[in-house]
């Protein structure tokens, strides 16, 4: 059986093909199906992840928020355009530098978290170590790490921004 952890390489034989097997007993048979219907690499290859919403594969809070905007059926220029304008914003408004320049290493997803580092190449885990939980990422570190609920919540309610479901970092700050 499949762990709680368990990755795509987890479904490939040492051989280098699908271990049919386990995918015949891990899913229903039009899901083991389709995974069985997919070619593998003739390499072998790290698993990675892939924002499929910018081209280079990169999740950035840009392409969410574009990625968002299509989703709630809004025009997506109009959403460019609001993005530009909250950059023009947190330039002139009257903030330290430093604060400045945090959120946009933040947005762009340049801060260090484990996730990043791992990312670069360092040997560390990606893993949480606040909460232990969930994979470091600059979302998990700054908003979605379940020990910073008392943080969250309050700012949700000052903010009155509702449930904190499906935001992006740029939606609070
Ligand atoms: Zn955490």
């Given at each position: 059986m499949l762990g709680e952890n368990s990755t795509v390489r987890s479904l490939i034989s040492p051989t280098g093909g699908w271990n049919s097997e386990l995918i015949r007993v891990s899913f229903v048979e039009e899901e083991a199906d389709a995974i069985l219907s997919l070619p593998l690499a003739a390499t072998s290859t790290p698993d990675s992840m892939v924002w499929h919403f910018d081209n280079t594969g990169e999740y950035t809070v840009r392409s969410g928020y574009i990625m968002g905007c299509d989703v709630l059926d809004s025009p997506t220029t109009s959403g460019l355009n609001d993005a530009a304008s909250w950059w023009k914003l947190l330039w002139w408004i009257?903030?330290?530098?430093?604060?400045?320049?945090?959120?946009?290493?933040?947005?762009?997803?340049?801060?260090?978290?484990?996730?990043?580092?791992e990312g670069r190449g360092l040997r560390v885990s990606s893993?949480?170590?606040?909460?232990?939980?969930?994979?470091?990422?600059?979302?998990?570190?700054?908003?979605?790490?379940?020990?910073?609920?008392?943080?969250?919540?309050?700012?949700?309610?000052?903010?009155?921004?509702?449930s904190g479901k499906n935001l992006q970092f740029i939606d609070f700050i």
């Open positions: 009257d903030i330290p530098l430093k604060v400045k320049l945090f959120v946009w290493r933040a947005c762009n997803n340049w801060i260090p978290t484990m996730v990043n580092l893993r949480c170590s606040v909460c232990d939980y969930g994979c470091e990422t600059t979302w998990h570190a700054l908003w979605g790490c379940k020990k910073l609920k008392l943080v969250r919540e309050s700012i949700l309610v000052a903010q009155n921004i509702g």
